[in-house]
């Protein structure tokens, strides 16, 4: 399929959504607003999927245990299912706090102008990012788009700067976290299986563990941050549990613990027999990890759709709110219609335009096999728990795009420790090659210096190969320095589009 076809298919979705808005609402008073606001949404949402889903199923693309049609069919069913199901039913009209209300004076449509325009920047920046194949957090994209729409309206003062700090801190914290995590994770995996003499032995005792691990994590993130929505009714099935507005750390945990045993105890007994069958060899080995990445993958789209789809539509219901009711609201709800632009547009765009950064995430950064990938889907997991409860600021995107870079750096580190045998290898073919000229220049038989002139170039090939070995560099730091300067310029860059577009919006109308 090519782009223009691509292309027309979203503006086709754009265009729907736009034309339901009309039909239910266009005899409400500034209701055109509504309609351009819908497309801007729209437009946001199947930006997330080509640019910020990728995150999720990169590494299980890249790593083989996926194809890019079987990734787009799973993540396109759990992000709508995480956004319909237990996507939230309240935002903030002001993403996460960073302008005051009181700077739209309490005109609501000044309001409007500013998240219609915090929505189209940030979706304009979140085309460009993913055309240059630059993944970023669609989280700070939102947040840009609406200080912009802020300064414009009202001013630098308007911007609450503490907040932005924390903005700023989780560009260093995210990565360094989700790094650190997934590194850990894949040096456990290599130094507790690859290094044993019985690999297959020690992949029984271990995988269960490492797995149960994944799944405790899983079940923790998904329980605080995705079952917010729907907790009232989980309460009315699980009366025994404590009476709360959402599921607390305790309980989150709980019900990991359990899913976590339950793991083990199943894997323990499934994967005794599956190593019956296996060889001792990487390959082989690899195979145990491909269903759990699988179920990772599925699981963090899930958690994603009910999470991040508020950056699509969180606007789209503030301006819902304010153009229905003709008021600014702290908080608003976001109707079903709103979730479905959301979830759905987001799965459109993942199918449309998902391919190049799934690539990108997966193959283009560090190469990745199944363990690898765990390991990133481990450190996903894992940091965000972790990060919510010490109320460090993080970023999904840049936790994921941290254990791509922690993978594939430790490789690299691992490699040094060994660089000393590359170094014999390279003088041991510099001393045969020597040799084999000498020998070369006292033989004077056509045939003998025939014979003796291919193994010079035989030594020469191999010398050749062990030296790229030795300079080979397992993380590509063009595209290193590429994705982390789109993280630093993603607020700025967004602000300016969003201040831009806003007076644009003001001047039409006026």
Known sequence: MNN?????????????????????????????????????????AMNIGANDVANNM???????????????????????????????????????????PAAFAGDPMIFVYAMASALLASALWLTFATYFKAPVSTTHSIVGGVMGAGIAAAGFTVVSWSTMGQIVASWIISPILGGVIAAGFLYIIKSEILHQDDRLKAAKHMVPILVAVMSMAFITYLTIKGLNHVWGNILDVLSFLPKSDKPSIRIALSFGLIGGVITYIYLRLRIA???????????????????????????????????????????????????????????????????????????????????????????????????RAFSIMMAAAVTVVVASQ???????????????????????????????????????????IQALRVKLKETQKDEKRHKLQEKIIQEQMTLKTVKKDLKESYVKRGMVGRIVAAWVITVPVAAVLSAVVFYILKGIGA
């Open 4 to 44: 223009t076809i691509k292309t027309a298919l979203g503006v086709l979705f754009a265009l729907a959504a736009a034309l339901y808005v009309h039909l239910s609402f266009g005899e409400v008073n500034h209701s055109t607003f509504l309609i351009v606001a819908t497309l801007f949404g729209a437009y946001m």
């Open 390 to 432: 010490l109320g460090l600021p993080v970023s999904s995107t840049h936790i994921a795009l941290g254990g791509v870079f922690g993978v594939g750096f430790l490789r690299e580190w691992l490699e040094r420790n060994s660089m000393n045998e590359h170094r014999i290898k390279i003088a041991t073919h510099m001393d045969n």
């Open 58 to 100: 990169g590494p299980a693309v890249g790593s083989g245990a996926l194809t890019i049609a079987g990734a787009i069919l799973i993540a396109s069913i759990f992000e709508a299912s995480g956004a319909l199901i237990a996507g939230g039913d309240v935002v903030k009209t002001i993403k996460d706090g960073i302008i005051d």
């Open 273 to 371: 027999k599956r190593v019956q069958n296996l060889q001792d060899n990487r390959t082989d080995l690899n195979k145990l990890f491909t269903i759990p990445l699988i179920f990772a993958s599925a699981l963090l789209s899930f958690a994603h759709g009910a999470n991040d789809v508020a950056n699509a539509v969180g606007p789209l219901a503030a301006i819902n709110d304010a153009i229905l009711n003709t008021q600014i609201s702290a908080k608003a709800s976001i109707p079903l219609w709103v979730m479905v632009v959301g979830g759905v547009g987001i799965s459109v765009g993942l199918a449309l335009f998902g391919p190049r950064l799934i690539k990108t995430v997966g193959s283009e950064i560090t190469e990745l096999d199944q363990m």
